[in-house]
């Protein structure tokens, strides 16, 4: 005898899978292992589908020789059919969709697929065999597949269950039915039961995920109870959710989840059911309802994903003091990497925990050479990389611990303090002010797929495989995340390597794609150098501290999310995860995603501007660049160190890689403008002024330079550098030579530039005199000057006429030839020596002035200067030279 059955929880995914497996198998008997839903009954009823579907008490097991499972592969779904698996000469065939497991069954045929329901891997398997279907088995095929796939908008869906649900409404199905079938009304039982669940909810915190159980009693369990969990997530909004249903001598489990840390499969097969990750049941016997409670509390703890554990939150590597250590350099240690606690460390391991109240006290008392080991604390707890944030809350605040080592194996892998649990309390408490409590951290892959050229997705996947090749960890970071969320074009990508050193990636990585490396060891940084002169950089994950304001930081290894606290301000502190399984993450520490909502540029922390000034200058390009407004308290900031007078101890070079970042800004007239009303003009010199003349001269320097790009000459123009001389045009002479010098302004061009400037004014005098009448003395006056200079006095003239010989000179004199050249002239008879030199000087002249126009008229004013004999004769000026 030849039987199709499905698990004892039978739903219209189960029935239509039924249906759809007897249409390979005319033969077969349909028998459901369990009860039927009401739904499912009034189905077959009002299709009158033409099968007949016998009891389990009416087939006789021993009799059974092939047995067609769909929708389940565990005999301990299977209710009275699990008696006959082992069964000698018993064939098994399975049509399935659900995860594997160790307990499943195997069968000499198997149809497993990762599909949104069971029904669409037999409707694939019907469609390649060419078998037909009538318009009502189209429809309970399709009802099957819409339920199990939420009308196909589950995350489970696939896109095999669009082509089946197409394929079914080409055979007739109709939606409309589908709809009604689906549509399920609750009975008065069911409302009270419902009302029962509403009552008895508990909510628990599991592994940093919350997780809903609710209870209730029912005299004769219906299968229809899975209705009340989709109402009670829809009245509710819950992630995961476990009903407990207590009927006769069971308790029945009902679960759904939308929460990928919680596999409601999973836990359910963990207590003899089964299921999908986000449905699933199971049904408890011999036990109590707080038994059954207790029993998936236990299941759902050993089973659960944790949201976050130790090795998520820790900050790492920690900042441990030998016990041996005097106090004394313990507060210099403390102040230095700005902490509060540290874990003492005798032998490699760790003793005890010291905190910074206790060390200044030691201090106070005289106790300065005192050891660390002598005061620090030796009854603390400590956890595991792995250790769940249930259990470290309760180290923390429940035993008032304020720093917690984290360790991996003996060895201290990182400590987790109070900030570090209240920052986690305030991404979760962000959470689920937006609803989605326990949801999966924010990933960008679809964000980036959209934004960035397909060139950039497979550089920053292939950084991903090779950090993980290597046992890294690889994240792109600042600018670039923020702008991708901006949605603004940026390619300047930065890669950060945690767990790993950076230069080792960059030399596995160029290996991989044949690129040039330059390292940079003191900072453990290297620059990959594409083929095409495109450029990435690489950093080590690091912490750095300033030994004196404005000085260059001094570097030590560090975690990413330290790596992120010295970054200037909050909005450039996130980053994208880009190793293979968390490819896409986005990680935001410290609340960049709320600053860029609200458009606000905030430092990090209150001595960000003493350590590094130039972020003065970056807060009022970015403020500017971004329209975003910079944050009251980060104002303050900015004024109280300008008052400090840092920017005499910042090195010029640094200072002139800000002041080239914002001339190259599209908004560099208001970020100066800015500048200025911050009081940090005057501190790059004293004589940099700005009003409303000089802010119409540099907007017309903008526009010069951008009449001048549109030339298309052969000329190379660094706009920065025309900028600059347009910033500093109130400076004197040797003002401007004075802050060159403090700026290190360094290359041949630019120090000529720089230096041309009093040449260029003064020919710019001249010109407003109205002295120059030809041409080829305008040519003779601005010839010698660099082009950076011509484009400032273009900007800076104030007379039509002037305009107009700056600009006859830039576009068509500068670019002036004769026809004839040396070779030309000997073919004429002029010998080579000065005679030639003068005659090609004369010719240059004539061309300027307009007074030759032809190679023709050049040759014959060759010839003129010729004798017969050779040499030289008068000229057209009426000199006489032999």
Do not use: C
């Not at 219209?12 to 499912?40: Q, W």
């Not at 250790?387 to 180290?395: F, G």
């Not at 290190?744 to 630019?750: A, D, H, L, M, Q």
């Not at 230096?755 to 003779?780: F, H, Q």
């Amino acid at each position: 005898m030849e039987v199709i059955t499905a698990h004892t929880n039978a739903d219209f995914d189960t029935l239509a899978s039924m249906i759809a497996a007897k249409k390979l198998y005319p033969k077969a008997r349909l028998v459901f292992s369990g009860s039927l839903e009401r739904g499912l009954k009034e189905a077959i009823n009002r299709l009158k589908l033409p099968y007949k579907f016998d009891r389990i008490r009416d087939i006789k097991l021993d009799e059974v020789d092939r047995l067609i499972l769909v929708d389940v592969r565990q005999a301990g779904r299977l209710g009275p059919f699990d008696k006959i698996i082992g069964k000698p000469g018993l064939d098994i065939r399975i049509y399935d969709h659900h995860p594997s497991t160790p307990e499943d069954l195997h069968g000499s045929v198997e149809e497993i697929r990762p599909y949104g329901s069971s029904t669409t891997v037999l409707t694939h398997v019907l469609k390649d065999k060419g078998i037909k279907l009538s318009p009502e088995e189209a429809t309970i095929l399709m009802a099957g597949i819409y339920e199990d796939t939420g009308s196909l908008t589950f995350p489970t869906t696939t896109e095999k269950d669009f082509e089946a649900a197409s394929f079914l409404l080409k055979s007739g199905g109709d939606l409309t039915i589908v709809s009604e079938l689906l549509k399920k009304e609750l009975t008065p039982e069911e409302v009270n039961l419902l009302n029962e669940f509403l009552k008895s909810e508990t909510a628990y915190t599991i592994g940093g995920v919350e997780i809903i159980i609710a209870e209730g009693y029912l005299e004769k369990y219906a299968g229809d109870i899975s209705i009340l969990a989709h109402k009670m997530r829809d009245i509710e909004g819950m992630g995961s959710l476990f009903l407990l249903v207590d009927s006769e001598d069971r308790v029945h489990l009902i679960s759904r989840s939308k929460n990928p840390a919680v596999d409601a499969g999973r836990i359910a097969r963990a207590l003899g059911g089964g299921g999908h990750p986000t449905a699933a049941s199971a049904t408890l016997k011999g036990v109590t309802l707080i038994e059954a409670k207790e029993k998936l509390l236990d299941a759902i703890r050993k089973n659960i994903v944790p949201k976050k554990t130790a090795e998520d939150i820790m900050s790492f590597p920690a900042i441990i003091i030998p016990a041996e250590t005097p106090l004394r350099d313990v507060v210099e240690l403390m102040r230095r990497y700005n902490i509060n606690a540290a874990p003492v460390v005798r032998d490699s391991s760790v003793a005890g925990v010291i905190t910074r109240q206790v060390v200044d006290k030691a201090v106070y008392h005289g106790l300065g050479g005192a050891a660390a080991g002598d005061y620090m604390t030796t009854e603390f707890g400590s956890v595991t990389t792995d250790t769940s944030l249930d259990e470290i809350r309760e180290k923390v605040i429940g035993h008032g611990q304020r720093l917690l080592p984290v360790l991996k194996g003996k060895k201290i892998a990182g400590v987790i303090t109070r900030t570090d649990l209240l920052k986690l309390l305030q991404e979760e408490l962000r959470e689920t002010s937006r609803g989605a409590p326990g949801q999966r951290a924010k990933n960008l892959s679809k964000l980036m797929k959209e934004e960035l050229p397909a060139w950039v997705m497979d550089l920053l996947k292939d950084a991903g495989a090779v950090a993980e090749e290597l046992g890294f960890k690889a994240y792109a970071v600042g600018g670039f995340v923020r702008d991708l969320l901006l949605r603004r074009e940026n390619l300047d990508i930065d890669i950060v390597i945690e767990g790993g050193d950076g230069i080792v990636f960059a030399g596995e990585f160029a290996k991989k794609r044949s690129l040039r490396v330059r390292p940079h060891h003191r900072f453990r940084t290297a620059v990959l150098i594409f083929p095409d002169g495109f450029k990435v950089d690489v950093a080590t994950a690091r912490l750095e501290y300033y030994e004196k304001p404005a000085a260059l930081p001094t570097v030590e290894r560090s975690s990413l999310k330290l790596d992120l606290y010295r970054r200037d301000f909050i909005i450039n502190t996130l980053a994208v995860a880009l190793n293979p399984k968390r490819f896409g993450e986005l990680i935001d520490f410290f609340g960049a995603q709320k600053d860029i909502k609200e458009k606000t540029i905030r430092v990090l922390h209150n001595l960000s501007f003493v350590e590094d000034p130039t972020r003065g200058l970056r807060a009022a390009r970015f403020a500017e660049k971004f329209d975003f407004k910079i944050s009251k308290h980060t104002l303050n900031l900015i004024k109280n160190f300008v008052k400090l007078d840092i920017f005499r101890q910042l090195s010029g070079a640094r200072l002139l890689d800000e002041l080239k970042n914002i001339l190259g800004e599209d908004t560099a007239v208001k970020s100066i403008k800015r500048l200025h009303e911050l009081g940090l003009l005057k501190l790059i010199h004293k004589s940099i002024t700005w009003d409303l003349g000089r802010e119409l001269f540099f907007e017309r320097t903008k526009e010069v330079l951008a009449w001048h790009r549109l030339l298309y000459t052969k000329d190379t123009v660094e706009d920065w550098l025309v900028l600059f001389l347009s910033l500093t045009d109130p400076l004197t002479e040797e003002e401007l030579k004075e802050l060159s010098k403090r700026l290190t302004i360094s290359g041949r061009k630019r120090v000529t530039v720089i230096e041309a400037r009093a040449e260029g004014l003064k020919a710019l005098g001249r010109l407003s005199s109205g002295l120059v009448k030809k041409n080829s003395d305008l040519y003779g006056l601005l010839e010698p000057l660099p082009i950076e200079i011509i484009l400032y006095l273009l900007a800076r003239a104030e007379k039509e006429t002037v305009k107009k010989a700056l600009s006859a000179y830039t576009t068509k004199l500068k670019f002036t030839e004769t026809s004839l050249k040396g070779r030309d002239l000997k073919k004429l008879g002029v010998p080579e020596g000065p005679v030639m030199g003068e005659i090609l000087r004369q010719l240059f002249k004539k061309r300027l002035d307009g007074e030759i126009k032809s190679r023709e008229e050049e040759e014959e004013f060759v010839r003129g200067f010729i004798k017969p004999n050779g040499r030289k004769t008068r000229g057209r000026e009426g000199k006489k030279e032999g």
